[in-house]
């Protein structure tokens, strides 16, 4: 699954098939599985945490949450080129 950012360790990442979802990325440390953290981009700009499977604790996840906010524009760029469409749909 392509990697957008790797910072502290962790991988943010796409993962490919997942029925049409709205753009959200995962998170762990290591080999990239579905199962991961995954956090929905929201249309406002920010961000909001589906699940921590990754058991990533609170203080690096509030700071990669801050990074997937302060890259949101970016990750939106990538999904589109991930997913080869215009057509963006948010969580909330």
């Not at 929905?40 to 990074?67: E, F, Q, Y």
Request: hydrophobic content about 40%.
């Amino acid at each position: 699954m392509p990697s957008i950012i790797e910072i502290f360790g962790y991988k943010i990442y796409f993962w490919a098939n997942e029925n049409n979802e709205p753009i959200h990325i995962h998170i762990s440390k290591g080999k990239p599985t579905q199962n991961s953290t995954k956090i929905w981009l929201t249309k406002s700009g920010g961000c909001v945490l589906a699940n921590n499977n990754s058991r990533i604790p609170s203080k690096d996840l509030n700071a990669l949450m801050d990074v997937v906010t302060s890259n949101y524009f970016f990750i939106i760029a990538q999904w589109k080129k991930f997913n080869v469409t215009d057509e963006v749909k948010f969580y909330c």
